[in-house]
């Protein structure tokens, strides 16, 4: 079993930057996949971004390429998404995710999940 912790969101302007964290803990997650997901209010819950544990091989979403990074920090168990020129559109509620590894990276199958943490984006 694979426990998630976010934290770091809050109110930024937009054109701002955020780094958004999620503490990891559980018996084994080596092999997993980590992904952020987030959810706007009145809209379903939508990939960001994810990374393998192990490997560091990563996946994003269109909307936010070339202004979110996803990384992780092994020796402090912790994944990380950088947001840069961030837009009112981000605003959502931010969740980490983990599911068990497969070859390529997937946006679904996620069986452990974060409380989430609120991302709100103003002008």
């Known amino acids: 079993q694979v426990q998630l912790v976010e934290s770091g969101g809050g109110f930024v302007q937009a054109g701002g930057s955020l780094r958004l964290s999620c503490a990891v803990s559980?018996?084994?997650?080596?092999?997993?996949?980590m992904g952020w997901f987030r959810q706007a209010p009145g809209k379903e819950r939508e990939f960001v971004a994810a990374?393998?544990?192990?490997?560091?091989?990563?996946s994003y979403a269109d909307s936010v390429k070339g202004r979110f990074t996803i990384s992780r920090d092994k020796a402090e168990n912790t994944v990380y998404l950088q947001m840069s020129s961030l837009k009112p559109e981000d605003t959502a509620v931010y969740y980490c995710?983990?599911?068990?590894?497969?070859?390529?990276?997937?946006?679904?199958?996620?069986?452990?999940w974060g409380q989430g943490t609120q991302v709100t984006v103003s002008s």
């Open positions: 559980g018996r084994t997650f080596g092999s997993y996949l």
């Open positions: 995710g983990a599911r068990r590894g497969v070859a390529v990276i997937i946006t679904t199958g996620y069986e452990y």
């Open positions: 990374i393998s544990w192990n490997g560091g091989r990563t």
